[in-house]
Structures are given as structure tokens and as C-alpha cells.
């Protein structure tokens, strides 16, 4: 077989490997990346490195996948873009965590989300009480949304903040 053919169906089924990988893991907050998500990212680059060239370390190759890498993805935004069945199938949605003042605990223990944080976030909002907020939503890119019920509708964004685990003293 054509050695850059190879490339490109390598670097394709890599690409979709990733993708169904990702969403599975569901890496709704990978805009926030923490250092265990950078290593993970490098690691993985350098993992399928091999599996997109084979034994093909030329300039030429690696310009291959890279440009195979670019246009799929580039194809894929389109078609999300015009599909909405396929936009569903790769995205995340948006998750209501309170509505009317009611909290959803479901959904919050769910994604992960502690009363604090979501108090910080109502803070940021310049709210106060659960009864105050009409909706808040946890947005697909990692932000809560809030709309608060009263007469000068006041509607913000906060970007959610991944709490960082420490690996003790490493010095």
C-alpha cells in the first residue's frame, strides 16, 4: 500500500479512536485543563504518534497526518455544524442544576458540582439565595450560567474551576 494512504487511514482511525474516547470519558470541562490533563494530552500525542506514522519519520509523513488530523476535524465541525443528529451525538448538553430556585442534587452529584461552588458561582452572579436564581445552567464548555428571577435580569457567566489535587511534596 501507498505509504502516505497508510498514513492517512492511520491517522484517521487514531483520530476517531480519541474522539469516542474522550466522549466516553466525558471530558465536559476539557477547556480547564490541570496539569494531570496536560500529561495525559502529551502522553497520548506521543502514544499514537507510532500508531499514525508507523516506521514513517519524515517531514513529509508527519506533514501528512498533521493535515489529515486538520481536515477531519476541520470536516467534522461542518457537519456538526449542519447535522443535528450528529452534533448531539459528539456534544455535550447543557445541564439545568437549579430551576425556579429548586436545586437539581441529581445533577450536581452528577457533574460533581459541591454547594460551594455553586454559592461562588451565585456570588459571582451578585446572588445571594437559591430562591433568587430562576435558572442556572452547567454550559457545555465548563461555565454556570445564571439567570436570576428579579426585575432588573441580571445574566452572567462563571467559569467553573477545576479544584487541583496536589501529589504532596515532590521537591
Do not use: C, W
Request: net charge positive.
Amino acid at each position: 500500500m501507498n505509504q502516505y494512504l497508510d498514513i492517512i487511514l492511520r491517522s484517521l482511525a487514531v483520530y476517531a479512536f480519541m474522539l469516542v474516547a474522550i466522549r466516553l470519558t466525558g471530558k465536559k470541562e476539557l477547556s480547564q485543563l490541570n496539569t494531570t490533563d496536560v500529561v495525559l494530552i502529551l502522553l497520548i500525542s506521543n502514544a499514537v504518534q507510532n500508531a499514525m506514522v508507523g516506521n514513517n519519520t519524515s517531514l513529509t509523513g508527519g506533514l501528512v497526518a498533521a493535515a489529515v488530523l486538520f481536515a477531519l476535524n476541520y470536516a467534522l465541525k461542518k457537519l456538526m455544524f449542519k447535522s443535528k443528529k450528529f452534533r448531539e451525538l459528539l456534544s455535550e448538553k447543557p445541564e439545568i442544576l437549579i430551576h425556579n430556585g429548586d436545586l437539581d442534587f441529581a445533577t450536581l452529584s452528577k457533574l460533581d458540582i459541591s454547594n460551594e461552588e455553586l454559592r461562588e458561582a451565585m456570588r459571582e452572579h451578585g446572588v445571594e439565595k437559591y430562591k433568587d436564581v430562576k435558572l442556572a445552567m452547567f454550559e457545555t464548555d465548563g461555565n454556570i450560567s445564571i439567570i436570576t428571577g428579579s426585575g432588573d435580569l441580571k445574566q452572567t457567566q462563571y467559569k467553573r474551576k477545576k479544584k487541583h489535587k496536589t501529589l504532596g511534596s515532590l521537591n
